[in-house]
Each structure stands twice: as C-alpha cells, then as structure tokens.
C-alpha cells in the first residue's frame, strides 16, 4: 500500500467496500476525487452510485463539479470560509444550486494559457528508472510554471518526488504531510512570530516574554499549558475534558490580566490573519502575516493548531513559510489538493508572482484550472503502473489541445 499514488490509494479505500453484502449502511467520503485524474472521476462516480444502489446513503464532502452534478442532494456551507463560514447557504436540487447566488460556479472553464513565457533554460535528468519509470529522460524548463500530469500511477511521483530531489537537493519541496506531531504547534509558532508577539507583550507590560507563552511561566497550573485535562477514571476509557481554570485557553490568570492594544494574549491569538494584518504595528510581523494571506489562509487564526489544517491548509502553510525567496525552485505535489475554485484562482496568482519574480515552479496535478494555465506541460503515461512511465507529451496548453492523451481529451471537453 505505501507504493500507491494518492488516487491509486483512494480508490483502493472504496472498492473495500464496493464487495460488500451489507446495505443500509451511510457512508461519508471526504474529498474522494483528491488525487484523480479527470478520466478517473467517471470511474468514482460508478463506484458512488453502486453504492448508492445496494441501499446505502452515500455523503460526499467534495469540491469537484462533475461531483456536485451527480448528487441527489446539495449542501452548501458559507457563506466564506473560517470564521465567516459554518452557515448552510443552500440546500437542495442541483437545479435550484444553478439559480442560487454562491460561491459554487457549475459553468467554471479552465483559462487556456496563451501566452507562455519564454524558455531559456531547463533542468535535466537523463534514464529516471524509480519505480515504473522506464529509463526516462526529460528537460524540465526553468523560470516558468510547469504543469506535470498522467492518470494515477503513470510516474509523476517516481519522477519528480524520487529523482528530481536527488539531481537538485536545493528543490524547495511542498507536500501535504503533517508538519510535526506536536498539538502546540500554531500558525503564529510555525511562521516564526509569536516570540516576536510574546516580546511586544514583554515591552509594553514590563513583564518576562514567557508568562505568555502556555509552554513557560504563562501555563495554566492545572492544565499545564495543555487546555484539556485527562482524569484517571477506573474501569474507564480515557477522557478528556476542557479544563475548567483556564477554559481551554491555556493561560494563566496572570497571563491574561495584562494587555497590549485592549487585547490580552488570548484575544490576541484569536485574531484571524486577516484581522491581525491591521492590528499588529511591526513590520517584521506584518510581512509575514501578509504571506499566509497571499496563500488563501487569512481565514485562520494565529492561535489554531497546525494539527487542526487540512491537508490543502497544510501545504500553503508550508508554501507561504518559503515565499518572499528569489531565484528558488518550489517543489508541489497537488497544490489543489481540497480546494475551492475560488481558492484555486487566488493559488494561481502566488504561483504566477512567484515565476515572475525569479523562481521556478513545478506542480504535480491533476487539476485542469492548472494545467491550463501552466506554461509548460509534460504528461506521462500512457497509463498507471507497469503501462505507465513514459513521457506521452510535452509542450504549451495550446499545443496540448491538438495532442492524443487522456488529459488533453478532458481539458479540451472542459473548455467548450
């Protein structure tokens, strides 16, 4: 199983289940087109509606059109996101969806690059054998923004997550793991400015930096930093319980009886990027903070667990923690992964800035909306596993629509 693509591995998850006898079970699938090439959507959509046919009730968290289409029943949750989010803004036929004022856009077509930035340079690597790859070799242009496309298992991983980092180390690589195991990790933590919040603090109370901080002097006595306590019940599972002396926000009453512009450290930690943007003064904080807006993420809060982001968070976490770089090659393994259209576009522009301000980037993805707008596009195949690891095509989006692969047909019958 470690060896599968992600879209090998996620339909892998629903064919468990597809042999099954049971009916009236509901299932619930969480964004089951991450990882699937267009030609394998038709695939899960079958796979979807089998299950639907044997009895059971089927919910799909999902961003994908062809998705959205196929339902019984829409649900939409806005009207934005964070904390401008968490109401149903629309419910009901996909009829009525076509009519409704929301952020779903059903008649959403890819923008076909026209004008493609010009190639210069590239980045070679000579018979790639990881895997299913079958002696590959292929020039990647630099300064420009590469598309690298195929159905699940055609090599795009062997190629460019295997034996592009070992020719150039100096790839700046940006996937969807978790970043670290620890729930003290925050968005303020891993962009590098709450020591830089708990010193504003320090200078404006004349207190010491740690007492707000909840892993120094800060921390709650209770709970010792932690938010929850876990009782010792005999004869029980374990529990956890929001502690009752801090409820929850970690601190100490101490901590949080001192104040920098009306905000204690907790109200401050509270803000969302885009509300601390116009609240914080230095400029070292406010840079920053302005990449996690660039990136789509001025929904969330300083204070929110990193453990908490999904795995599309995750990744333009990672990326704005690397931006304001020049002359860097950025690395991405479905930059699209659980996004919105909308978020989509904003995701775009950061890669295009990026392109024009020097650097090269590479993406690994399925998504036309990219694709499309990519300046380069190489596609292996012609399908997954040992039919796969060849290049098929390279070449401009507008040369990609006159080509004969499976990716060229879905973006030409996407853009009519």
């Not at 991450?34 to 038709?42: K, Q, Y």
């Not at 996909?94 to 493609?116: M, W």
């Not at 620890?182 to 933590?189: E, H």
């Amino acid at each position: 199983m470690s060896t599968l693509s992600s879209g090998e591995a996620q339909r892998v998850k629903i064919a468990r289940h597809l042999g099954s006898s049971l009916n009236n079970i509901t299932y619930i699938f969480d964004e089951p087109s991450a990882g699937l090439h267009p030609e394998e959507i038709d695939k899960l959509i079958l796979m979807l509606r089998n299950l639907k046919a044997a009895y059971n009730t089927v919910v799909v968290i999902e961003h994908h059109i062809s998705i959205i289409k196929i339902a019984d029943e829409i649900i939409e949750m806005g009207p934005s996101t964070g904390v401008h989010g968490g109401e149903i803004v629309y419910q009901g036929k996909l009829a009525g969806l076509k009519s409704a004022q929301t952020a779903t856009n059903l008649s959403h077509r890819p923008k076909i690059n026209q004008q493609p930035r010009d190639i210069k340079t590239h980045f070679t690597i000579n018979k790639a054998n990881n895997n299913n790859l079958k002696e590959l070799s292929v020039n990647i242009p630099k300064n420009v923004l590469v598309s690298i496309c195929g159905v699940s298992g055609s090599g795009k991983s062997s190629l460019m997550l295997e034996a592009f980092p070992k020719i150039y180390p100096e790839a700046i690589m940006v996937g969807q793991g978790m970043i670290g195991i620890s729930n003290r990790s925050t968005l303020a933590t891993y962009m590098g400015i709450m020591d830089a919040i708990r010193n504003i603090f320090s200078r404006e109370t004349g207190q010491p930096a740690g007492l707000f901080s909840f892993n120094s002097i800060g921390a709650c006595p209770v709970c010792h930093g932690k938010g929850v306590t876990r009782p010792d019940v005999a004869f029980a599972d374990p529990v956890t319980i929001r502690c009752e002396s801090c409820d929850g926000s970690r601190y100490s009453n101490k901590a949080l009886s001192y104040r920098y512009q009306h905000k204690n450290i907790v109200e401050v930690l509270d803000l969302t990027i885009d509300e601390a943007v116009t609240y914080f003064i230095l400029p070292t904080i406010i840079k920053k903070i302005k990449t996690l807006q660039d990136v789509g993420l001025g929904y969330l809060t300083l204070g929110q667990s990193t453990s908490s982001l999904c795995g599309g968070e995750l990744q333009r976490l990672k990326l704005a923690s690397q931006l304001k770089k020049e002359g860097q090659v950025y690395l991405l393994d479905e930059p699209s992964f659980g996004l919105h259209t909308n978020d989509n576009e904003r995701l775009l522009e950061v890669f295009q800035n990026l392109v024009n301000n020097g650097n090269s980037v590479i993406i690994v993805e399925h998504n036309l909306d990219f694709i499309a707008a990519s300046d380069w596009i190489i596609e292996l195949g012609p399908r997954g596993g040992k039919e796969g690891g060849l290049m098929i095509f390279e070449g401009t989006p507008e040369e990609m629509l006159d080509a004969e692969t499976l990716t060229a047909k879905w973006l030409r019958a996407r853009i009519k």
